[in-house]
Protein backbone atom coordinates (compact mmCIF):
# COMPACT_ATOMS: atom_id res chain seq x y z
CA UNK A 1 0.00 0.00 0.00
CA UNK A 2 1.67 3.55 -0.91
CA UNK A 3 1.20 6.00 0.87
CA UNK A 4 2.54 9.55 0.07
CA UNK A 5 2.44 11.56 3.17
CA UNK A 6 4.31 8.95 5.22
CA UNK A 7 7.06 8.74 2.06
CA UNK A 8 7.29 12.80 2.90
CA UNK A 9 8.23 11.62 6.70
CA UNK A 10 10.56 9.21 5.80
CA UNK A 11 13.20 11.22 5.54
CA UNK A 12 16.25 9.61 5.87
CA UNK A 13 18.41 7.73 3.25
CA UNK A 14 19.56 4.51 4.23
CA UNK A 15 21.28 1.65 2.84
CA UNK A 16 19.78 -1.89 3.83
CA UNK A 17 22.62 -4.18 4.32
CA UNK A 18 23.01 -8.38 4.46
CA UNK A 19 25.23 -10.24 6.34
CA UNK A 20 27.56 -12.38 4.08
CA UNK A 21 29.43 -15.45 5.66
CA UNK A 22 31.77 -17.42 3.75
CA UNK A 23 33.18 -20.94 5.06
CA UNK A 24 37.10 -21.62 4.22
CA UNK A 25 38.12 -25.66 3.55
CA UNK A 26 37.67 -26.50 7.25
CA UNK A 27 34.36 -25.15 7.40
CA UNK A 28 35.66 -22.94 9.68
CA UNK A 29 33.34 -19.12 9.38
CA UNK A 30 34.77 -16.01 9.39
CA UNK A 31 33.11 -12.76 10.76
CA UNK A 32 30.51 -12.06 8.48
CA UNK A 33 30.94 -8.85 5.83
CA UNK A 34 27.68 -6.99 5.05
CA UNK A 35 26.59 -6.13 1.42
CA UNK A 36 24.48 -3.43 0.57
CA UNK A 37 21.23 -4.75 -0.71
CA UNK A 38 18.69 -1.73 -1.37
CA UNK A 39 18.21 1.72 -0.90
CA UNK A 40 15.50 2.62 1.61
CA UNK A 41 13.85 5.92 3.47
CA UNK A 42 13.58 5.57 6.75
CA UNK A 43 12.16 8.13 9.65
CA UNK A 44 14.51 7.54 12.40
CA UNK A 45 14.33 8.02 16.09
CA UNK A 46 15.96 7.17 19.15
CA UNK A 47 13.93 4.79 21.20
CA UNK A 48 11.89 5.26 24.42
CA UNK A 49 11.08 2.64 26.58
CA UNK A 50 7.19 1.29 26.88
CA UNK A 51 5.86 -1.82 28.40
CA UNK A 52 5.08 -3.49 25.01
CA UNK A 53 7.99 -2.76 23.64
CA UNK A 54 9.57 -6.30 25.14
CA UNK A 55 7.69 -7.82 22.19
CA UNK A 56 10.06 -6.86 19.59
CA UNK A 57 12.40 -9.37 21.11
CA UNK A 58 16.01 -7.53 22.15
CA UNK A 59 14.52 -4.45 22.84
CA UNK A 60 16.62 -3.59 26.30
CA UNK A 61 19.86 -3.40 23.65
CA UNK A 62 17.93 -1.36 21.55
CA UNK A 63 19.49 2.49 21.40
CA UNK A 64 17.00 3.51 18.49
CA UNK A 65 13.98 2.84 16.26
CA UNK A 66 13.18 2.91 12.55
CA UNK A 67 9.70 3.40 10.77
CA UNK A 68 9.76 1.97 7.36
CA UNK A 69 6.96 1.98 4.91
CA UNK A 70 5.80 -1.42 4.17
CA UNK A 71 6.88 -1.52 0.41
CA UNK A 72 10.38 -1.30 1.81
CA UNK A 73 12.38 -4.63 1.37
CA UNK A 74 12.43 -6.72 4.00
CA UNK A 75 14.51 -6.70 7.12
CA UNK A 76 15.47 -8.94 9.30
CA UNK A 77 16.90 -9.01 12.99
CA UNK A 78 21.05 -9.81 11.94
CA UNK A 79 20.77 -7.22 8.91
CA UNK A 80 22.39 -3.61 9.19
CA UNK A 81 20.82 -0.31 8.46
CA UNK A 82 23.11 2.80 7.70
CA UNK A 83 21.38 5.76 7.81
CA UNK A 84 22.63 8.67 6.78
CA UNK A 85 23.66 11.15 9.16
CA UNK A 86 23.33 14.21 7.01
CA UNK A 87 21.71 14.34 3.44
CA UNK A 88 22.89 16.63 0.71
CA UNK A 89 23.11 16.55 -3.18
CA UNK A 90 25.94 14.28 -2.81
CA UNK A 91 23.87 11.51 -1.56
CA UNK A 92 21.07 10.91 -4.25
CA UNK A 93 23.18 8.56 -5.64
CA UNK A 94 22.22 4.96 -4.56
CA UNK A 95 25.20 3.04 -4.70
CA UNK A 96 28.79 3.71 -2.52
CA UNK A 97 31.51 6.01 -3.85
CA UNK A 98 34.32 7.46 -2.62
CA UNK A 99 33.19 10.24 -0.91
CA UNK A 100 30.27 8.22 0.80
CA UNK A 101 28.38 10.12 3.50
CA UNK A 102 28.94 10.02 7.15
CA UNK A 103 26.92 6.98 7.86
CA UNK A 104 25.48 5.44 11.32
CA UNK A 105 25.47 1.48 11.43
CA UNK A 106 22.50 -0.34 13.50
CA UNK A 107 21.90 -4.07 13.90
CA UNK A 108 18.45 -4.62 13.36
CA UNK A 109 17.27 -6.82 16.10
CA UNK A 110 13.46 -6.98 15.84
CA UNK A 111 10.80 -5.73 13.07
CA UNK A 112 7.35 -5.52 13.49
CA UNK A 113 4.32 -4.83 11.15
CA UNK A 114 3.47 -1.57 13.49
CA UNK A 115 -0.37 -1.60 12.30
CA UNK A 116 -0.70 -4.88 10.76
CA UNK A 117 -2.02 -4.43 7.61
CA UNK A 118 1.27 -3.55 5.98
CA UNK A 119 1.59 0.05 6.06
CA UNK A 120 4.65 0.26 7.74
CA UNK A 121 7.39 -1.71 9.76
CA UNK A 122 8.24 -0.39 13.03
CA UNK A 123 12.24 -1.83 13.34
CA UNK A 124 14.16 -1.89 16.43
CA UNK A 125 17.93 -1.28 16.00
CA UNK A 126 21.42 -1.08 18.27
CA UNK A 127 23.55 1.57 17.57
CA UNK A 128 27.15 0.14 15.76
CA UNK A 129 29.78 1.88 17.21
CA UNK A 130 33.14 0.98 15.51
Known sequence: MRDPNFEVLGSRKAYLEKPVVVT????GVSSPTFERVATVRAVVQPLVASSSAGLLGRFPEGTDVAYVAGTEPVMEPGDVLAVVAEESE???DDEATEGDPELARHEVLGVADEAGLGHHRKVVMRRMWV
Open 90 to 92: STE
Open 24 to 27: DAER
